[in-house]
């Protein structure tokens, strides 16, 4: 289907106010546990579609992104449909094993938000959701034996893992304010819904990126208009992002994520049911039941203005622009994670602490069944900067050098090589 209209990149690139305005009045929940470094390229994907497009009035590409930012949905229910394909190679099950351990968060419960929707990063789930303007939520995520959810009711934030009958509970410092959206508080690694998403590959949308309106589709019964965003760079393995955006509301009904490798798309979801109506307040209650494990948790915020109080594993600190170069996020001991490079192809570099992966030769302290194992899921590389082993997803990329350099990002592999080679 031809597009709306040319490319409107030059076009939002002079709107650099507006867009700013959009930054500040969006909230980003990114799956940290989940997409690490390459959060803001994570998108997702075709839901169901009705047959027959519907014929919508012309859009820009730049006035769809500012109804996305102006979106103000208070109430909503549905089921989202997630499936991840990153192209991990197949550990015989193992890859499941460590999953479901690094689910068991604070206190080892597996009912900490924290960490339970780990699950997400691979495989097809289905999710229902439901909020209530910003101090009512609720995320379950769903199995064919279980059910796990989040339920956010004022101050009160609760997990709940029916397989394991655990709970954990933790309490918000403060609730919601006017003017916040529905979902504005809910648990900062829980990604909800195709919207969790757009906001965080929107921010960033750049003089890099090219952004169309590529016409119109039916999602989850609604009409909706198709925004799609391509990397003018190469060397990114990010193909293109599909948002459909609900033309009503503005809310985002699914987002899509297609590597540049081509296929599939790394990851699918989208809305297969969506009401605007309020749930009922039922929806939110929650009592822990006879004989559950209760965890209690620290406050997910602390005082007003300080993030420093966060839980332990919550999402860290931002810093803001300005930071002296290296030191952004510094992890101790580390020397601090920091970004090279520009938009699609920016890789995130930082220190091990220690020596990179075992080489599994001859005289190796280390176990060499091991070794052997680790190197044969990586490729070996070399270059000015030493030698090291490249781990690749469809979509993430990482270089762990000998001398304990990480290189990671939405890039190829040439890419990084290239960075490691730069920096030496």
């Known amino acids: 289907m031809a ?8 076009r939002a690139a002079e709107a650099d106010d507006t867009l700013d305005g959009r930054r500040k009045a969006a909230r980003y929940v990114v799956p940290v546990a989940v997409v690490g470094v390459a959060a803001a390229t ?22 769809l992104i500012e109804k996305i930012a ?21 550990l015989g099950g193992l890859e499941s094993g460590l999953l479901s351990g690094a689910a068991k968060g604070h206190d080892g419960s597996s009912a900490d938000p924290q960490s339970k929707l780990l699950e997400l990063a691979a495989g097809t789930h289905t999710l229902r959701v439901a909020a209530d303007g910003p101090d009512r939520g609720k995320v379950s995520l769903l199995d064919s034996a279980a059910e796990y959810s989040v339920i956010h009711n004022g101050k009160d934030v609760w997990g709940y893992d029916s397989k394991s009958n655990e709970v954990f509970h933790s309490t918000s410092a403060e609730s919601g304010k006017a003017g916040e959206k529905a979902g504005d ?13 757009a906001d965080e590959v929107l921010k960033s949308v750049d003089s890099t990126t090219s952004v169309k309106v590529d016409g119109t589709a039916h999602v989850a019964g ?11 760079q190469s060397g990114t393995t990010v193909g293109a992002i599909s948002i459909a955006v609900d033309a009503k509301t503005g809310l985002p009904l699914k987002f899509t994520l297609t590597p540049a490798s081509g296929g599939a798309a790394v990851v699918d979801a ?3 049911r ?15 039941p006879k004989g559950a494990k209760v965890t209690e948790g620290d406050t997910l915020k602390g005082a007003k203005g300080d993030e420093s109080k966060s839980p332990k594993g919550a999402e860290p600190k931002r810093v803001e622009k300005g930071a002296p170069k290296g030191h952004e996020g510094a992890a101790d001991g580390l020397g601090g994670p920091k970004t090279i490079g520009k938009g699609w192809n920016s890789i995130v570099v930082l220190g091990t602490g ?8 001859s005289g190796s302290t280390g176990n060499s069944n091991v070794d052997g194992f680790l190197n044969s899921l990586g490729d070996h590389v070399t270059g000015s900067f030493g030698s090291g082993t490249v781990y690749s997803t469809r979509l993430i990329n990482a270089l762990i050098t000998d001398d304990g350099k990480v290189y990671a990002g939405a890039v190829t592999k040439a890419a990084l090589v290239k960075a490691a080679n730069a920096a030496h």
Request: proline share 12%; charged share 25%; net charge neutral.
């Open 3 to 10: 597009p709306y209209e040319a490319d409107d990149s030059a």
């Open 274 to 288: 969506v009401d605007f109506s309020r749930p009922a307040a039922s929806t939110f209650a929650f009592t822990p």
């Open 70 to 90: 102006k979106s103000d949905v208070q109430q909503l229910s549905g089921t989202v449909k997630i499936t991840t394909d990153l192209g991990l190679p197949d």
């Open 42 to 63: 994570i998108g997702l994907v075709p839901a169901l579609a009705d047959s027959g497009d519907p014929n919508l009035p012309k859009v820009t590409a730049q006035q």
């Open 270 to 272: 989208g809305f297969t």
């Open 185 to 197: 508080k809910a648990p900062r690694d829980v990604p909800a819904t195709p919207k969790d998403f």
């Open 354 to 361: 220690g020596k990179g992966v075992p080489s599994g030769a």
């Open 222 to 232: 609604r009409d909706a208009y198709k925004l799609v965003i391509k990397p003018r």
